[in-house]
């Protein structure tokens, strides 16, 4: 037998108790936090985020607060995306580069005042990271995680479910726009966004001690609509082509590469992090591109810990980053990060654990 053993080093997202109480099976580590995975029906937990929705702890979102006079500056430091029009109430999905251009962290930015943001991070520490470069550049800022946690609440009856918790106001919300308030007495913001592209709502818990409490009053609410617990479900992510930063990429990827160039703003100050090794990139050209590919065979066959090259006429021209069965597409696809000679319709095989396989390369999303 193999137990996991806890310890202060390992935060605890203040819905795990209640997620184990509704059965969860499985979890992963993600910023130093356990995350769930599953519930113990991986395509049942897949159909409902499609066709209902689907109650998920991703406690594992930390937040990392950038407070005082000079916050606003510091954001723009950190991140290679214009704020300059980022409102208050606004959310903003970013890239946070180093200085060779290579993306570490994809967080959306939140702007609760003019002097103060949060960055919802992926799987890497921004909060060491923007406390030295605040302290280099002698910013007036006070940087730290907040005690917020968000639960996401997906799937196409995910506005009705939070619209019945906490009004109609809800409805009107634009994409990665969100607002404080009550549910019960419990403080709490609520943005539309979350980790899918079935559509729903983050609700950013600001006191851990009613994560039980707040997560009974979805699940109790969501009845109606069959809620059930769930989590960011790779299928899903994979068939709507959103990006692991960490896992999709490697330590020499920039955002042009993973097909995020939208959210690059070249004109950002000269003092933003990466910005000026991105103008450069861009003038001179990046080396690789991010496609989908899908694989020949009907078997389910995931990616298992390592990723897997890719090889066309005998030559290795990338690798595979995720696989996994697509319900809906019945195959394996995933993500192939390729030369980018290689275009979109190129017939390649990848180098399995199990033997060779044949995909062909497509445009993403794949749905
Ligand atoms: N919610 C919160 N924090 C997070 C995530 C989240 N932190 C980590 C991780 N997820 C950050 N990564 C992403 C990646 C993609 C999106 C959101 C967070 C996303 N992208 C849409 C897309 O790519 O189509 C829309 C982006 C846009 O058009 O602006 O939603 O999920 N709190």
Not at 123 to 144: H, K, Q, Y
Not at 232 to 251: I, K, Q
Not at 266 to 292: C, M, N, S, Y
Request: hydrophobic fraction near 40%; charge should be negative; proline fraction near 5%.
């Amino acid at each position: 037998m193999f137990l996991f053993q806890p310890n202060s080093r390992i935060k605890p997202s203040p819905f795990l108790e209640a997620a184990i109480l509704d059965g969860l099976k499985m979890a992963n580590v993600y910023n130093r936090m356990i995350m769930p995975t599953s519930y113990g029906d991986p395509e049942g937990e897949y159909w409902r985020l499609i066709n209902g929705v689907s109650q998920w702890d991703v406690g594992v979102e930390r937040q990392v607060q950038l407070k005082g006079k000079d916050a606003a500056k510091l954001a723009q430091i950190l991140v290679t995306r214009d704020l300059s029009r980022c409102e208050v109430g606004q959310g903003k999905y970013v890239a946070i580069c180093d200085h060779r251009g290579t993306i570490f962290n994809d967080p959306i930015l939140l702007k609760l005042a003019d002097d103060l943001f949060w960055l919802s991070i992926a799987d890497s520490d921004v909060e060491l990271w923007a406390r030295a470069i605040a302290a280099e550049r002698g910013l007036d800022v006070e940087i730290c995680e907040p005690d917020v946690s968000p639960m996401a609440i997906q799937g196409p009856k995910a506005e009705d479910v939070v619209a019945h918790v906490v009004g109609n106001w809800v409805r009107e919300l634009k994409y990665f726009w969100f607002r404080e308030c009550e549910i019960e007495g419990i403080p709490v913001a609520i943005q539309r966004s979350g980790w899918s592209k079935q559509g729903g709502f983050e609700i950013y818990l600001k006191d851990a001690q009613f994560g039980t409490r707040l997560w009974n009053i979805f699940k109790e609410a969501g009845k109606p609509w069959d809620i059930g617990p769930g989590a960011p479900a790779t299928p899903e992510r994979v068939e709507s082509g959103l990006v692991s930063v960490g896992g999709d990429t490697d330590d020499e990827t920039n955002p042009f590469e993973i097909r995020m160039e939208k959210y690059i703003d070249l004109h950002v100050p000269d003092d933003t992090i990466g910005i000026q090794a991105l103008r450069q990139i861009k003038v001179e050209g990046f080396r690789r591109h991010q496609l989908g590919i899908i694989l020949e065979g009907d078997t389910p066959a995931p990616l298992g810990v390592h990723r897997e090259d890719i090889v066309a006429s005998g030559k290795k021209i990338g690798m595979l980053t995720n696989c996994v069965w697509s319900y809906r597409l019945k195959a394996n696809i995933g993500f192939a990060l390729v030369d980018r000679a290689v275009p979109v319709g190129a017939q390649v095989e990848v180098l399995r654990q199990a033997g060779r396989s044949n995909g062909r390369l497509v445009e993403m999303p794949f749905l």
